[in-house]
């Protein structure tokens, strides 16, 4: 049920493109305050009803994604049951943690921008969206926007990361525009 | 009730700790692939190879370092032989040699071997004969497949290091784990229960619970001389935490929607997805949460708003305040030095902040280092949900321990249904009644990340209930 809709057929729709947009701004928003730039929106009837990015420097908590925080936020005013009426625009495939969650949530569909090889949980790694479960499957849509997303983590991984236990000297790295090697390597979503 | 008498009344649980093996190990990938055997001169041999790997470079993500290079006419498996031994060539003139994939153009094969063939066996008109193979392209994981394959594909070489280094745990750092997790186990679990109780009984969550261990003070605990109430074992807890997905008051809940009353919350009976809460406050990212507000340094009220739920919670908490000098002028019989790290293995795991803060928060917080949930271990009453699977692994826990009655249809640990000692799977049990997936996400080689996983085996009791027998839920 994962479909790798070529970007042009999504992008094209001005719908998509404009959430997708959006949370392409808040990987931007992550990226500031230096924090993986991911970012995504949750969709209510043609409304952003929560956004969110990476928070896992901040909160010293390896949990706190941005389709959490999103939902964290959409709960402040909406039920959860609205979910089921609900689209998730991420600009990285959700991670193992995430598509668990988001089918525990019982999210309508899920639109990504690239592939996460290393911890990608709707096609990469696992395909939680379409696996057997307690809980109802969904639709996932891959490759809107998927270059921008890209561009937004190379951004990130050519900084060195003084949080890390054992910095890593990255002075000699270079932001590529390429897009030969269409896969890439990122940490969770 | 006081937390101090809870954890004088806990009585160990007795069990084995068992490693949860990986999927890959459950489920070896068996992968072949067509590959090439060429006969050359055997006094060539390392210039076949020099001139191989200079025109046809190797696949780096694809070792073959498990097939032989070169086969011997003794070593070619039998039903090659008629195949690949010609009449009127010896042993003491040729050996086959191996291209394996990625295979360039059988041309390009045969021009590089040209000067290698044997005599008399290419000819202007009739080039040096290729012949196609079937090889396994992952390395063996037993003595046994190796042998197997030696005999029907070409001849392979059997590493036990080399196929475990991704696929499962190195076994030395396995058994060494075990070996200390074993003895004390039974008495987390047993905290982890009278955690989950509470959950239960405070209606804010299912009968979950969580208790995570630092390996490196449990090192520190002086159990010498242990006596009857001895609580000093609880020193190496650093968090527990109890599910509390009824907690959360949702728009339009009414106060009684979310607290019924002291007693189980009247929707534990059933699965309705709009009244679960959702996997932020099970107990497994609970207890996440509770230990990043400890490295956050957090005041009082948590910047997440997800507080502590109860009295157990709330205890272990306050263990790691350090501002609150108070409780280390409490603490009656301070470690004696004597006993201070004599666990070789404890230095390797756990380091003492460089700081010199003569701190004794048991949550090291991030100006001392404290980073996520490295190094620590999580005890849990039930398999964990996917989700909280991955928040483990994402928290970089050193290793998780349930126990195999937790086991959940819904749970991302185990790798395969329960199996006997004797290796013969279970008799029909319930479990199988309800078919399940078995991710075993505790190792992937395919992810970042990965922790050691045990199940706790207790001793045969007949009337325990098993957590898959009831209502299926996300643990």
Not at chain 1, 41 to 68: P, Q
Not at chain 1, 162 to 169: G, H, L, V
Request: charged share 25%; with cysteine.
């Amino acid at each position: 049920m994962s479909h790798n809709v070529p970007s042009e057929s999504l992008q094209g729709s001005p719908r998509h493109a404009f959430f997708m947009e959006q949370a392409l701004l808040m990987g931007e928003k992550a990226l500031e305050t230096g924090e993986t730039p991911v970012g995504c929106v949750l969709v209510h009837n043609n409304k952003i009803v929560g956004s969110g990015m990476n928070d896992t420097n901040k909160s010293m908590n390896g949990t706190r994604h941005a389709e959490f925080i999103a939902i964290e936020e959409m709960l402040q005013n909406y039920p959860r049951s609205i979910l089921r009426t609900t689209d998730l625009y991420v600009t990285v495939e959700p991670c193992v943690m995430c598509a668990s969650a988001l089918r525990q949530y019982q999210i309508r569909a899920v639109y990504y921008g690239c592939g996460n090889d290393r911890f990608g949980g709707t096609g990469s790694i696992l395909s939680l969206h379409s696996d057997p479960s307690i809980d109802p499957s969904h639709p996932t849509y891959g490759g809107l926007y998927h270059k921008e997303a890209i561009i937004l983590l190379r951004r990130f991984y050519i900084q060195e990361n003084d949080k890390a236990p054992k910095p890593r000297p990255k002075k000699h790295r270079e932001l590529k525009m390429d897009f030969d090697k269409e896969l890439l390597t990122y940490p969770a979503t | 009730m006081d937390a101090e008498d809870v954890l004088r009344g806990i009585t160990s649980r007795v069990g084995e700790v068992t490693a949860i093996r990986t999927v890959q190990e459950t489920r070896p990938l068996e992968e072949f692939s067509d590959a090439y055997v060429a006969e050359v001169n055997v006094k060539t041999a390392s210039k076949v190879i020099k001139a191989l790997d200079s025109a046809f470079p190797r696949d780096a993500s694809q070792p073959m370092n498990h097939l032989r290079r070169f086969a011997k006419h003794n070593q070619v498996p039998e039903h090659l032989r008629p195949v690949l031994l010609r009449e009127g060539s010896s042993p003491a003139q040729t050996i086959f040699v191996l291209i394996s994939p990625p295979l360039p153009g059988t041309e390009a094969i045969q021009k590089v071997l040209a000067p290698f063939a044997p005599d008399n066996a290419a000819t202007e008109d009739a080039p040096l004969p290729l012949h196609t193979i079937r090889i396994p392209l992952q390395p063996p994981m037993t003595t046994v497949q190796a042998d197997a394959w030696s005999k029907t594909m070409w001849p392979v070489v059997f590493n036990p290091a080399a196929p475990r280094a991704m696929v499962a745990p190195p076994p030395h750092i396995l058994g060494r784990a075990r070996e200390l997790i074993q003895p004390k186990a039974g008495r987390y679990l047993a905290l982890a229960q009278r955690v989950a109780e509470e959950a239960e009984q405070s209606g804010l969550g299912r009968g979950v619970g969580a208790v995570v261990v630092d390996p490196g003070l449990e090192a520190e605990v002086d159990e010498t001389e242990e006596t009857e109430g001895d609580i000093r074992w609880a020193d190496a807890v650093v968090a527990v935490a109890g599910d509390g997905r009824y907690s959360r008051r949702e728009v339009g809940m009414t106060e009684a929607d979310v607290q019924p009353g002291r007693g189980p919350n009247p929707n534990i009976q059933t699965y309705n997805p709009d009244r679960e809460g959702g996997p932020e406050l099970h107990a497994l990212m609970r207890v996440v949460e509770l230990i990043s507000s400890k490295r956050r340094e957090d005041g009082p009220v948590s910047s997440t708003g997800r507080p502590c739920l109860n009295y157990l919670e709330t205890y272990f908490m306050s263990q790691s305040n350090v501002t609150a000098t108070s409780e280390s002028l409490d603490d009656p019989s301070p470690v004696p030095e004597k006993y201070q790290k004599t666990e070789t293995a404890a230095h390797a795991i756990h380091q003492e902040p460089e700081t010199g803060d003569a701190s004794t928060s048991r949550i090291r917080p991030r100006s001392q280092g404290g980073y996520l949930c490295t190094d620590l271990d999580v005890y849990l009453t039930h398999e964990p949900c996917i989700c909280c699977c991955m928040g483990l692994l994402l928290s970089r826990f050193r290793a998780v321990i349930f126990p195999r009655r937790g086991r959940m249809v819904s749970g991302g640990l185990a790798s395969e249904p329960v199996v006997q000692p004797d290796g013969a799977p279970a008799e029909a049990s319930e479990e199988e009644a309800k078919p399940r997936e078995y991710y075993g996400l505790h190792w992937r080689k395919e992810l970042n990340w990965r922790a050691l996983g045990f199940e706790f085996v207790e001793e045969e009791q007949p009337d325990a209930k098993l957590a898959v027998d009831g209502v299926a839920f996300h643990a």
